[in-house]
């Protein structure tokens, strides 16, 4: 892939932005590692080595506790199974990851009752929620979610609006004044509600929801489109490239989308950090994924009603912050790079 | 001419026939002679004699009641209960034997048939006014409650469609006419009295003419004083008629009753540690455990009681769905009831504090089945179960048929439950049952529900004083929507034993059937009981006592100060009272009390 001078100046200038490259770097380290998360936090341990063989359950099917003479033919409880080799003089051994919980199992205890605190101990470094899950795992768990979803909630967005954006400031007239007219009402409609109601009547899978906030949430960067084009339209070499004879999608995917690149990537990080609260938001309420997904917005619910278990509260509202702000920098960093006015070239 | 008198002769002998019989027309109907007049005076009162007068009992309520009226439009609210509370019927049901027990009326009569039963009222019963109260009075409840103007169109209904009639003897005798005959024809028929002087005509401006006019009551207290959207305040009558009725005996023993609006329940538990009332009930686990570990429980000053009592408990647990293909499987059925650790979530999450439901109809007395228990989680039944249908464990451990995946829906709407079903899917994984988790919006669920759309709906149902089973497990009720059988139980043997239980007016006989369709539900095995609450918890301030069993069977709070059943048993302690003022003042401690009552357990 060829670079362009002026892409690669930007991408210098972004460079030079220190606060916006190190969120960056920070946020695509966090989106990376959560990717691979089951190797970091996982009941399923990393390594197993029994009788001789080797076992690595953390991408394969289940291994039932049988295998190791547990006794038993349901999921191999591997934290058990260390301790029961902590002193086996046979060379039997068990790897477990950083935090050996899942998001969803229930560590609980005789006679005390959870919300547990943080423990270097139990290894349960946020400690647990109040149904005894790792607030570590469902933080991470629960991110990989929240932004996935959200990236994915802004391809879908900015698909519908950059196109629909675009053909309205290029073609004009009654096409424009129409959807113009819809986009007005449907901003209108008021979507967490919307939102509410559908997703009381049906539990809504994450693509479902998905679609339902796609569907009410692409109109804000068609009107921001439909201006970028109008005036991208009038410029010469639009013109120029009209009377070499050029289709008009040559033209909106060659020249117009190309030339407005710039604002599309500006907004695009803060529509991703709006999706997050969004989704947080609707976990909050209990109209989001349903339970037991590992969520944010249901870890500040529970904090916020077990004001007493503050490391709930604090873990999740920590998370939320340090990920909306570091989005946040890279955002502004990005605007700025790509802030035509240094170089607009006066004629 | 003779023919004319002949003529005249005829029509005044027929004149004469009919003023003849005009008399009997207007003739009183008699009591048929072979009827046996019962009573009861055997039964072991409740109360406790050591019970003093006096006090004042202040308690709270959320909102004040938007009327006086306990029919017709906004008329059930809970405040209702306290003005009901305060209005005898004709009998009453002794709340540990639950034989009858009189109430308004002291002797009663059945017919033959189940049909009718007679009354004998109390000569001494009066309304709160001093008038007398008469047969009249009861005739006049089916006029008034079968009236229009009343706009209470269940009450229209129900006291058209089960009452037939009343027949007034005369001014203390009367019977109450069923429309057909009830096995328990008493629970039906024991009318409460209307004032016929108070409404005299019922016309279309009862709503708004009654909302806020204190109705003349038989029992105990009545409304002395309120104050709209802040306080009620009953007093208790100087001379109550039944104050020294076997069965009202040392009861209803304060003064007066005052009822202050407080409209949040932090706000009143902050309203009960100051002492502006008087009690608070702390059967929820945040407030009996952590929430009284403060000073007032640790000096002794307030006290708290945990009583159990045996009441009928609503059959909480998951229903399974028999149209779906999977529960068609009787042993598939009973592989997810033992699947499901039920013990774990009462042990770890609900702290003990809940109990074991057995089956679904547990604390209806002599109708219930003790000898059903409920399935136990139980890895190796399971297995056994579903490799004796042809089941094998998939990949992810979950049982595997053709291609379908032992993974069901469970649909529920309270938020406070997923934290025990999420117990329940990670305990089922290990089972090898996938348990996918629906929360519903609550009419959402009901909806889904009664449509019998559902795998697995996880609620409960109401009570009645007899189990119901014609509409939750006859087949009747199976297979279309909008009806209680969620389970879509469709058993040929079932629909026996229901319909001889609906047509039975034996009583023993229709307790051996209640048995055995326990039995029934049990062996088919579409409901996995959950959890019952067979208790109630109170806190309150040590000058306040109770007798010595705190209730009865039938409690459900211990400080109801009214409710002829099981009401007003408490007493205020002057002397406690005092004691506890001055050592709160000098901040002397008393040792902190906490009774746990077990007479009523259920076993």
């Given at each position: 892939?060829?670079?362009?001078?002026?892409?690669?100046?930007?991408?210098?200038?972004?460079?030079?932005?220190?606060?916006?490259?190190?969120?960056?770097?920070?946020?695509?380290?966090?989106?990376?590692?959560?990717?691979?998360?089951?190797?970091?936090?996982?009941?399923?341990?990393?390594?197993?080595?029994?009788?001789?063989?080797?076992?690595?359950?953390?991408?394969?099917?289940?291994?039932?506790?049988?295998?190791?003479?547990?006794?038993?033919?349901?999921?191999?409880?591997?934290?058990?199974?260390?301790?029961?080799?902590?002193?086996?003089?046979?060379?039997?051994?068990?790897?477990?990851?950083?935090?050996?919980?899942?998001?969803?199992?229930?560590?609980?205890?005789?006679?005390?009752?959870?919300?547990?605190?943080?423990?270097?101990?139990?290894?349960?470094?946020?400690?647990?929620?109040?149904?005894?899950?790792?607030?570590?795992?469902?933080?991470?768990?629960?991110?990989?979610?929240?932004?996935?979803?959200?990236?994915?909630?802004?391809?879908?967005?900015?698909?519908?609006?950059?196109?629909?954006?675009?053909?309205?400031?290029?073609?004009?007239?009654?096409?424009?004044?129409?959807?113009?007219?819809?986009?007005?009402?449907?901003?209108?409609?008021?979507?967490?509600?919307?939102?509410?109601?559908?997703?009381?009547?049906?539990?809504?899978?994450?693509?479902?929801?998905?679609?339902?906030?796609?569907?009410?949430?692409?109109?804000?960067?068609?009107?921001?489109?439909?201006?970028?084009?109008?005036?991208?339209?009038?410029?010469?070499?639009?013109?120029?490239?009209?009377?070499?004879?050029?289709?008009?999608?040559?033209?909106?995917?060659?020249?117009?989308?190309?030339?407005?690149?710039?604002?599309?990537?500006?907004?695009?990080?803060?529509?991703?950090?709006?999706?997050?609260?969004?989704?947080?938001?609707?976990?909050?309420?209990?109209?989001?994924?349903?339970?037991?997904?590992?969520?944010?917005?249901?870890?500040?619910?529970?904090?916020?009603?077990?004001?007493?278990?503050?490391?709930?509260?604090?873990?999740?509202?920590?998370?939320?912050?340090?990920?909306?702000?570091?989005?946040?920098?890279?955002?502004?960093?990005?605007?700025?790079?790509?802030?035509?006015?240094?170089?607009?070239?006066?004629? | 001419?003779?023919?004319?008198?002949?003529?005249?002769?005829?029509?005044?002998?027929?004149?004469?026939?009919?003023?003849?019989?005009?008399?009997?027309?207007?003739?009183?109907?008699?009591?048929?002679?072979?009827?046996?007049?019962?009573?009861?005076?055997?039964?072991?009162?409740?109360?406790?004699?050591?019970?003093?007068?006096?006090?004042?009992?202040?308690?709270?309520?959320?909102?004040?009641?938007?009327?006086?009226?306990?029919?017709?439009?906004?008329?059930?609210?809970?405040?209702?209960?306290?003005?009901?509370?305060?209005?005898?019927?004709?009998?009453?049901?002794?709340?540990?034997?639950?034989?009858?027990?009189?109430?308004?009326?002291?002797?009663?009569?059945?017919?033959?048939?189940?049909?009718?039963?007679?009354?004998?009222?109390?000569?001494?019963?009066?309304?709160?006014?001093?008038?007398?109260?008469?047969?009249?009075?009861?005739?006049?409840?089916?006029?008034?409650?079968?009236?229009?103007?009343?706009?209470?169109?269940?009450?229209?209904?129900?006291?058209?469609?089960?009452?037939?009639?009343?027949?007034?003897?005369?001014?203390?005798?009367?019977?109450?006419?069923?429309?057909?005959?009830?096995?328990?024809?008493?629970?039906?028929?024991?009318?409460?009295?209307?004032?016929?002087?108070?409404?005299?005509?019922?016309?279309?401006?009862?709503?708004?003419?009654?909302?806020?006019?204190?109705?003349?009551?038989?029992?105990?207290?009545?409304?002395?004083?309120?104050?709209?959207?802040?306080?009620?305040?009953?007093?208790?009558?100087?001379?109550?008629?039944?104050?020294?009725?076997?069965?009202?005996?040392?009861?209803?023993?304060?003064?007066?009753?005052?009822?202050?609006?407080?409209?949040?329940?932090?706000?009143?538990?902050?309203?009960?540690?100051?002492?502006?009332?008087?009690?608070?009930?702390?059967?929820?686990?945040?407030?009996?455990?952590?929430?009284?570990?403060?000073?007032?429980?640790?000096?002794?000053?307030?006290?708290?009681?945990?009583?159990?009592?045996?009441?009928?408990?609503?059959?909480?647990?998951?229903?399974?769905?028999?149209?779906?293909?999977i529960?068609?499987?009787?042993?598939l059925?009973?592989a997810f009831?033992?699947a499901?650790?039920?013990?774990?979530?009462?042990?770890?999450?609900?702290?003990?504090?809940?109990?074991?439901?057995?089956?679904?109809?547990?604390?209806?007395?002599?109708?219930?089945?003790?000898?059903?228990?409920?399935?136990?989680?139980?890895?190796?039944?399971?297995?056994?179960?579903m490799?004796?249908?042809?089941w094998?464990?998939g990949?992810?451990?979950i049982w595997e048929k053709?291609?379908t995946r032992f993974s069901v829906?469970?649909?529920?709407?309270?938020?406070?439950?997923?934290?025990?079903?999420?117990?329940?899917?990670?305990?089922a994984?290990?089972a090898g049952i996938e348990?996918?988790?629906?929360?519903?919006?609550?009419?959402?669920?009901?909806?889904?529900?009664?449509?019998?759309?559902?795998?697995?709906?996880?609620?409960?149902?109401?009570?009645?004083?007899?189990?119901?089973?014609?509409?939750?497990?006859?087949?009747?009720?199976?297979?279309?929507?909008?009806?209680?059988?969620?389970?879509?139980?469709?058993?040929?043997?079932?629909?026996?034993?229901?319909?001889?239980?609906?047509?039975?007016?034996?009583?023993?006989?229709?307790?051996?059937?209640?048995?055995?369709?326990?039995?029934?539900?049990?062996?088919?095995?579409?409901?996995?009981?959950?959890?019952?609450?067979?208790?109630?918890?109170?806190?309150?301030?040590?000058?306040?006592?109770?007798?010595?069993?705190?209730?009865?069977?039938?409690?459900?709070?211990?400080?109801?100060?009214?409710?002829?059943?099981?009401?007003?048993?408490?007493?205020?302690?002057?002397?406690?009272?005092?004691?506890?003022?001055?050592?709160?003042?000098?901040?002397?401690?008393?040792?902190?009390?906490?009774?746990?009552?077990?007479?009523?357990?259920?076993?």
């Open positions: 892939m060829k670079i362009t001078p002026v892409t690669l100046k930007k991408i210098k200038r972004f460079q030079s932005i220190k606060r916006g490259y190190y969120s960056l770097i920070i946020i695509a380290t966090f989106i990376i590692l959560s990717l691979f998360a089951e190797v970091f936090i996982n009941s399923r341990a990393l390594i197993v080595k029994y009788n001789g063989s080797y076992y690595f359950p953390t991408y394969r099917a289940m291994i039932p506790g049988n295998v190791f003479d547990l006794g038993y033919d349901y999921e191999t409880n591997y934290r058990a199974l260390q301790k029961q080799f902590e002193n086996d003089p046979s060379g039997n051994f068990v790897l477990m990851p950083l935090i050996p919980y899942n998001p969803f199992e229930n560590d609980l205890r005789e006679d005390t009752y959870p919300p547990f605190p943080p423990s270097l101990l139990e290894k349960h470094y946020l400690g647990t929620d109040t149904i005894g899950r790792d607030i570590a795992a469902r933080l991470t768990y629960g991110f990989r979610i929240a932004i996935f979803f959200s990236l994915a909630l802004l391809a879908i967005t900015y698909g519908i609006g950059i196109s629909l954006g675009c053909l309205m400031g290029y073609l004009g007239g009654r096409f424009d004044l129409f959807f113009q007219r819809i986009i007005e009402i449907w901003t209108n409609v008021p979507v967490l509600f919307v939102i509410i109601i559908i997703s009381s009547i049906i539990v809504p899978n994450p693509v479902i929801l998905l679609l339902i906030m796609a569907f009410f949430g692409w109109t804000s960067i068609t009107w921001i489109m439909r201006t970028m084009t109008y005036k991208e339209k009038a410029r010469e070499y639009i013109l120029a490239s009209k009377a070499l004879g050029a289709t008009d999608v040559r033209i909106i995917f060659k020249h117009i989308i190309p030339n407005t690149i710039a604002i599309i990537v500006t907004f695009a990080p803060f529509t991703i950090a709006s999706g997050i609260v969004a989704l947080t938001s609707l976990d909050y309420l209990g109209f989001g994924l349903p339970a037991p997904t590992p969520s944010w917005g249901d870890l500040l619910q529970q904090g916020w009603s077990n004001m007493d278990a503050l490391w709930i509260a604090g873990s999740v509202i920590g998370a939320l912050i340090v990920t909306l702000l570091t989005v946040t920098f890279v955002g502004e960093a990005v605007r700025e790079a790509f802030d035509p006015k240094m170089y607009t070239i006066y004629e | 001419m003779k023919r004319i008198q002949a003529y005249a002769f005829f029509i005044f002998t027929i004149i004469f026939a009919a003023i003849s019989y005009i008399p009997n027309l207007f003739a009183e109907p008699t009591l048929p002679q072979d009827i046996v007049w019962l009573s009861n005076s055997e039964d072991p009162a409740f109360s406790d004699e050591s019970a003093k007068n006096g006090g004042v009992f202040r308690t709270a309520i959320f909102t004040f009641p938007l009327t006086f009226r306990t029919v017709g439009p906004d008329s059930n609210s809970s405040f209702r209960g306290a003005i009901l509370g305060n209005q005898l019927g004709l009998i009453g049901i002794h709340p540990n034997t639950e034989n009858i027990i009189p109430e308004l009326a002291t002797h009663w009569a059945f017919d033959k048939d189940k049909k009718i039963m007679y009354f004998k009222l109390d000569k001494n019963a009066r309304w709160s006014d001093g008038k007398p109260v008469t047969a009249d009075d009861f005739a006049f409840t089916l006029e008034f409650m079968r009236s229009k103007h009343i706009v209470a169109p269940w009450y229209n209904d129900y006291y058209t469609q089960e009452i037939d009639k009343v027949i007034v003897y005369d001014d203390h005798t009367l019977a109450v006419v069923a429309t057909k005959a009830q096995p328990d024809l008493h629970l039906r028929v024991g009318l409460n009295p209307t004032p016929r002087h108070f409404f005299s005509t019922i016309d279309e401006t009862f709503v708004k003419k009654y909302n806020w006019q204190i109705e003349p009551n038989t029992g105990p207290y009545q409304i002395a004083d309120f104050q709209k959207g802040k306080y009620v305040k009953f007093k208790r009558k100087k001379d109550w008629w039944a104050k020294d009725n076997r069965y009202f005996k040392n009861r209803f023993n304060v003064d007066t009753v005052i009822y202050s609006v407080v409209r949040d329940m932090t706000v009143m538990w902050e309203y009960f540690k100051k002492g502006e009332i008087d009690v608070f009930s702390v059967t929820m686990p945040k407030y009996w455990h952590i929430k009284t570990q403060i000073p007032i429980f640790e000096n002794g000053y307030a006290e708290k009681i945990w009583f159990f009592n045996d009441t009928q408990q609503s059959a909480q647990g998951l229903w399974l769905n028999q149209d779906k293909d529960f068609r499987d009787r042993n059925r009973y009831a033992h499901m650790n039920i013990e774990k979530v009462i042990d770890q999450v609900l702290r003990n504090d809940y109990f074991r439901l057995e089956q679904g109809f547990v604390g209806y007395g002599r109708y219930s089945n003790t000898a059903i228990k409920a399935r136990r989680f139980d890895l190796e039944k399971v297995a056994q179960y490799t004796k249908s042809g094998k464990r990949a992810d451990g053709n291609g829906e469970v649909s529920y709407s309270i938020d406070e439950h997923t934290e025990r079903l999420v117990v329940l899917k990670e305990e994984k290990k348990l996918r988790l629906q929360k519903l919006d609550s009419s959402a669920a009901y909806k889904k529900v009664i449509e019998k759309k559902h795998d697995v709906a996880w609620m409960g149902w109401s009570t009645s004083l007899r189990p119901q089973y014609w509409e939750h497990f006859h087949s009747v009720n199976a297979h279309k929507p909008q009806t209680n059988n969620i389970t879509n139980t469709d058993d040929p043997e079932m629909d026996k034993l229901i319909d001889a239980y609906r047509n039975s007016l034996d009583e023993d006989e229709r307790i051996s059937l209640s048995l055995k369709i326990q039995e029934k539900i049990h062996e088919i095995g579409a409901f996995v009981p959950t959890f019952m609450v067979p208790y109630t918890r109170e806190a309150y301030w040590r000058w306040w006592q109770l007798p010595k069993v705190a209730g009865t069977k039938m409690s459900d709070s211990l400080f109801d100060p009214f409710g002829s059943s099981t009401g007003g048993l408490f007493w205020y302690d002057q002397a406690r009272y005092e004691e506890t003022q001055k050592a709160m003042k000098d901040g002397k401690p008393f040792p902190p009390v906490t009774i746990i009552d077990k007479t009523y357990e259920p076993k």
